[in-house]
């Protein structure tokens, strides 16, 4: 079993839907990344979590350390949202990331 | 937070050369990192790079495939040496932000075919 599971590993939807992408893991951890990664390949890290919840624009993450889970959420979905979200954790002991394998994203006008 | 500029963008290399990828960050940073992404698999690090020292390499990864260099707090180079198809993969580098504990900022990808 992967240290970090994401789900689903791919997301087909409409444009305006609500998206939800998930994210479990399985160690203890420092803080929880949520990144994105475009077509060529670019990653831009979206947020980074420790506990609660952070929102910018139309993205909002939440993280609940008890259950060792974090939420992704894009509302009103946009075709530009199209790409890989990934969830990656920083482990308390050293500077490591330890990486989710990603949730393709693909939003339909 | 910390811009970084990573060149090239992609290229198609023949079998037996060798291609150095570059970095440049617009401020000072103590670590860099190298990541490999191989297609359709998630991020694996190469090696870590701190100034003034050797590179430390991760399991699997070793120098005098995967030279680096870190002459200053600003920049590196990752060389993939001797490349064959295996090594055809998108290949990033990352610094811990300085703005913010614990954050990355990373390059916006080398995507590396090779032929």
């Known amino acids: 079993k992967n240290e970090v599971e994401q789900s689903p590993q791919n997301l087909t939807a409409q444009e305006g839907e609500f998206i939800t992408i998930n994210c479990s893991y399985s160690?203890?951890?420092?803080?929880l990344h949520w990144l994105q990664q475009h077509p060529g390949g670019g990653i831009v890290s979206l947020f980074m979590?420790?506990?609660?919840?952070k929102k910018h624009g139309r993205l909002i993450a939440t993280i609940n350390i008890q259950e060792k889970h974090s939420s992704l959420h894009i509302t009103a979905s946009h075709p530009r949202d199209s790409a890989v979200y990934i969830c990656?954790?920083?482990?308390?002991?050293?500077?490591?990331?330890?990486w989710g394998a990603g949730t393709k994203l693909i939003i339909k006008p | 937070s910390a811009v970084i500029s990573q060149k090239p963008s992609r290229d198609i290399c023949q079998r037996g050369t060798s291609l150095t990828i570059q970095c440049q960050v617009d401020?000072?940073?103590?670590?860099m990192f190298w990541y490999r992404q191989q297609p359709g698999q998630s991020l694996t690090l190469i090696a870590t790079?701190?100034?003034?020292?050797?590179?430390?390499?991760e399991s699997g990864f070793v120098i005098d495939k995967f030279p680096i260099s870190r002459p200053n707090l600003t920049f590196s180079t990752l060389t993939v040496s001797n490349m064959s198809p295996e090594d055809s993969s998108i290949y990033l580098c990352?610094?811990?932000?300085?703005?913010?504990?614990?954050?990355?900022?990373f390059g916006s990808g080398t995507r590396l075919t090779v032929v």
């Open positions: 790079a701190n100034q003034g020292s050797e590179a430390t390499y």
């Open positions: 990352s610094v811990e932000d300085p703005a913010f504990s614990g954050g990355y900022t």
């Open positions: 979590l420790s506990s609660g919840k």
């Open positions: 990656a954790v920083g482990v308390d002991s050293n500077y490591q990331l330890i």
């Open positions: 160690v203890g951890i420092s803080a």
């Open positions: 401020s000072q940073v103590t670590m």
